[in-house]
T-cell receptor
Framework: AAGVIQSPRHLIKEKRETATLKCYPIPRHDTVYWYQQGPGQDPQFLISFYEKMQSDKGSIPDRFSAQQFSDYHSELNMSSLELGDSALYFC???????????FGEGSWLTVV | DAKTTQPTSMDCAEGRAANLPCNHS???????VYWYRQIHSQGPQYIIHGLKNNETNEMASLIITEDRKSSTLILPHATLRDTAVYYCIVRGISSGSARQLTFGSGTQLTVLP
């Protein structure tokens, strides 16, 4: 079965640069979630979208923004990158109000 | 969403049942109990969820106490590949609401050969 697809899987950026992560949800899933997991940390919720509208907002820094497009894919834009932004970023998807959320394999961001 | 409490770590012998407890004493009526696991640096994997009845699927069984204040995830025959961090998460679901999952600290399960 098709899963949540994230790209790129690995990304290296320098401080103060910008990075964009992409997420392609499971077909027919209309809700997307973004999580950040720092080294040795548990996943932290950043933001979610339903039907291109922001649904919930967590601990997403002001330097980050995200959007969901008409084909339901989502992009997480991160600007003015800091060393502390180095983390594994997960995207997840579900049907709106659905019982199960499925996660992608994550995108590794390293800021040097 | 209600807070959950899990042991930090547990060991289990390969081939034996792994029983992972979770306390969620402040759970409310419309909140489900979910279990996910995360094998090192992979995406969290859905295992099972339930509201008040016990549930079983091909991966595990979920036993929820009658008062719903605690639950146990059972992996009936643990293998080395079950070594992972297991997260017990309480999530509210209602019409018109698509709540995210809030991860706590989880239990590091180590299956020993």
């Amino acid at each position: 079965a098709a899963g949540v697809i994230q790209s790129p899987r690995h990304l290296i950026k320098e401080k103060r640069e910008t990075a964009t992560l992409k997420c392609y949800p499971i077909p027919r899933h209309d809700t997307v979630y973004w999580y950040q997991q720092g080294p040795g940390q548990d996943p932290q919720f950043l933001i979610s979208f339903y039907e291109k509208m922001q649904s919930d907002k967590g601990s997403i820094p002001d330097r980050f923004s995200a959007q969901q497009f008409s084909d339901y894919h989502s992009e997480l834009n991160m600007s003015s990158l800091e060393l502390g932004d180095s983390a594994l970023y997960f995207c997840a998807s579900s049907l709106y109000g659905g019982n199960t959320i499925y996660f992608g394999e994550g995108s590794w961001l390293t800021v040097v | 969403d209600a807070k959950t409490t899990q042991p930090t770590s547990m060991d289990c012998a390969e081939g034996r049942a792994a029983n992972l407890p979770c306390n969620h004493s402040t759970i409310s009526g419309n909140e489900y109990v979910y279990w996910y696991r995360q094998i090192h640096s992979q995406g969290p994997q859905y295992i099972i969820h339930g509201l008040k009845n016990n549930e079983t699927n091909e991966m595990a069984s979920l036993i929820i106490t009658e008062d719903r204040k605690s639950s146990t995830l059972i992996l009936p025959h643990a293998t080395l590949r079950d070594t992972a961090v297991y997260y017990c998460i309480v999530r509210g679901i209602s019409s018109g609401s698509a709540r995210q999952l809030t991860f706590g600290s989880g239990t590091q399960l180590t299956v020993l050969p």
